[in-house]
């Protein structure tokens, strides 16, 4: 939601005033899908994924993990301001996902509603530098948003488009995929962060032959080297334009 929030930022300062708006707006749809699941299914927290625990014991490590760093009390600090953040994407939104089902609405509803927001980062708003320009239409000179958010929503989009098998009414994602792709590599160039960049990109290169397991090798090979192809461009045209 952040990604989306950055657009509407810079785009009416009702949003940049009201910088929680987003956030309650994303808590109540949470809440909404909970009450909806607690109605379908009495026992919500029985299926709990497993995967979930093992985030949520991450977390855990990092919060003890604060007790003997160089400075306990930002770091405290920083986890009192963050809890709300935890408590919705490591413990309740998992419990959303309890069925391969539930997880395959999730990866679509991020591909259509996260596309149209890259397009409207891309598209309609003013950039400075590797950040989006806030309450830009305001003609203000405000702070830039984080940059690494909007990365990560990009690759957020560009996983499920790279990975998943579409079939049925869904094969629209099959023609609009690489288009999906490149647009989420414009913005993940654009905002400048080289080594999640890389790294997100090695990812996609090694999960690809995880769910292809039909294809054979020439074809596999053919997709991984295009993967690589539209994401070294893309780098080399951002380090070109941005040194000349």
Same mark, same amino acid.
């Given at each position: %939601?952040f990604g989306?929030? !950055?657009?509407?930022?810079?785009?009416e300062?009702?949003f /940049?005033?009201?910088t929680s708006?987003?956030n309650? =707006?994303t808590?109540s749809?949470l809440?909404f899908?909970?009450?909806s699941a607690a109605?379908?299914?009495?026992?919500?927290?029985?299926d709990y994924?497993s995967v979930?625990?093992?985030?949520?014991a991450?977390?855990?490590?990092a919060? =003890?993990?604060?007790i003997?760093?160089?400075?306990?009390?930002i770091?405290?600090?920083?986890? !009192? /301001?963050?809890w709300?953040y935890? #408590?919705?994407?490591?413990?309740?939104?998992?419990?959303?996902?309890?069925?391969? !089902?539930?997880?395959?609405d999730?990866?679509y509803?991020?591909? #259509?509603l996260?596309?149209i927001?890259l397009?409207?980062?891309l598209?309609?708003?003013?950039?400075?530098?590797?950040?989006?320009?806030?309450d830009a239409?305001?003609?203000?000179?405000?702070?830039?948003?984080?940059p690494l958010?909007?990365e990560? /929503?990009?690759?957020?989009v560009? #996983?499920p488009?790279?990975?998943?098998?579409?079939?049925?009414? $869904?094969?629209?994602w099959?023609?609009?995929?690489?288009?999906? =792709?490149?647009? $989420?590599?414009v913005?993940?160039?654009? %905002?400048? %962060?080289?080594?999640?960049?890389?790294?997100? /990109?090695?990812?996609?290169? =090694?999960?690809?032959?995880l769910?292809r397991?039909?294809v054979?090798?020439?074809? #596999?090979?053919?997709?991984?080297?295009?993967c690589g192809?539209?994401?070294?461009?893309?780098?080399w045209?951002?380090e070109?334009?941005? $040194?000349?």
């Amino acid at each position: %939601s952040f990604g989306f929030e !950055q657009w509407a930022q810079a785009n009416e300062t009702f949003f /940049l005033r009201n910088t929680s708006f987003t956030n309650f =707006v994303t808590a109540s749809i949470l809440v909404f899908g909970l009450v909806s699941a607690a109605l379908k299914r009495r026992h919500v927290f029985r299926d709990y994924p497993s995967v979930a625990l093992t985030v949520v014991a991450l977390y855990l490590l990092a919060f =003890v993990s604060a007790i003997w760093s160089i400075n306990p009390e930002i770091s405290l600090e920083r986890w !009192q /301001l963050s809890w709300p953040y935890v #408590l919705t994407t490591a413990i309740l939104a998992p419990l959303l996902v309890t069925r391969p !089902q539930d997880a395959s609405d999730a990866l679509y509803a991020t591909l #259509l509603l996260g596309t149209i927001t890259l397009v409207l980062l891309l598209f309609d708003t003013r950039w400075v530098e590797r950040a989006v320009l806030m309450d830009a239409a305001a003609g203000r000179t405000v702070s830039g948003g984080n940059p690494l958010a909007v990365e990560s /929503l990009a690759w957020y989009v560009a #996983l499920p488009a790279l990975l998943m098998s579409f079939r049925g009414y $869904s094969r629209i994602w099959q023609t609009l995929r690489w288009s999906v =792709v490149v647009i $989420s590599f414009v913005v993940a160039v654009k %905002s400048g %962060s080289r080594g999640q960049y890389l790294a997100m /990109l090695a990812a996609a290169m =090694v999960f690809l032959p995880l769910t292809r397991k039909d294809v054979r090798l020439r074809g #596999l090979l053919g997709v991984i080297g295009a993967c690589g192809l539209i994401g070294g461009t893309a780098l080399w045209v951002r380090e070109t334009f941005a $040194s000349g």
